[in-house]
């Protein structure tokens, strides 16, 4: 394993895509071309997750992008999204990260987020809402899941992932910020790059679940992206505690499945059948006559 994973790179910005063209020059070399299929990978975590009593489930659509028209995509694929997730995950809370096109305004927030619940999910991420926005959403029954502090995405894309709250003036504007939500009809929010003390007492005061991000704070829970929790990060965040490493894992699996094809030690008789013999003979003959 140790000599497979040696060179393994975590950026693949360096190589050229493997395009049809690529494709077919490895066919006329004779180069076996090795194929996976990740399948469903995302909500099958969120299925592995449930069966050992985690809580929550934070997903963003599929196809949430940055560009407009895939922002109008997002819109009109979120509900496949959720409903995949809520298939193999049937208790777990799901929180959704909800695309910001959906809650540009008052009446778009309660049209996709009423529909998403139906869909299946629990609560609804604005990220960054405003509070008008949250009341409007509240006021019409749909239950939010939302966010302070750092706020990923879009905070740390423009200034970068920077703490927060450092001084007690931003600090407690912050706590502002989640009381005010909570007064507007929001039912939970997670906390993220807040001083560990400030998390803690911003948990405490409000009366709706605070749960921690990159805070170091117990508060009324943590939350680890998965890409922390399995260790595939180029280089691990101070908050991130590894459980599992995934990724060797998955390269060595990938590396055994490539040398069986590449060997020629798969396919073996016993992964296929064989055609009956009259039926074998005719087909040949219909293929000699195909390239005479």
């Not at 008008?132 to 423009?158: C, E, R």
């Not at 989640?178 to 009366?207: C, D, F, H, W």
Request: charged residues 25%; glycine residues 8%; negative net charge.
């Amino acid at each position: 394993m140790a000599e497979k994973t040696a060179n393994i790179s975590m950026s693949t910005h360096h190589r050229t895509r493997k395009n049809l063209a690529y494709l077919q020059k490895q066919k006329d070399k004779g180069e076996k071309l090795v194929q996976m299929c990740p399948a469903e990978l995302g909500p099958f975590f969120a299925m592995a997750a449930e069966m050992v009593g985690c809580d929550i489930c934070r997903i963003p659509d599929m196809m949430s992008l940055r560009t407009s028209a895939d922002f109008d995509l997002a819109l009109k694929t979120s509900g496949l999204t959720i409903r995949k997730f809520r298939e193999y995950a049937s208790i777990i809370h799901i929180n959704f990260y909800m695309p910001i096109a959906a809650y540009a305004n008052k009446d778009m927030a309660v049209r996709w987020g009423g529909e998403w619940v139906f869909d299946g999910a629990d609560s609804m991420l604005p990220m960054g809402v405003t509070n008008d926005v949250l009341k409007h959403m509240s006021d019409n029954y749909i239950p939010t899941f939302g966010h302070i502090g750092a706020i990923s995405g879009w905070q740390t894309n423009a200034t970068g992932y920077k703490r927060v709250g450092k001084t007690a003036e931003e600090a407690f504007k912050i706590f502002k910020w989640g009381y005010e939500y909570q007064e507007n009809g929001m039912g939970a929010m997670t906390i993220e790059l807040t001083p560990m003390e400030v998390s803690q007492k911003i948990a405490e005061t409000l009366r709706v679940p605070v749960i921690s991000i990159a805070g170091g704070a117990p508060c009324d829970g943590s939350e680890m992206v998965d890409m922390d929790t399995f260790g595939v990060m180029p280089k691990p965040a101070s908050h991130a505690v590894c459980t599992a490493e995934l990724l060797p894992f998955l390269c060595e699996a990938y590396a055994d499945w490539a040398d069986l094809v590449r060997d020629g030690d798969y396919p073996e008789d016993k992964h296929g059948y064989h055609m009956d013999p009259e039926e074998l003979e005719k087909f040949n003959k219909m293929m000699d006559e195909f390239e005479a």
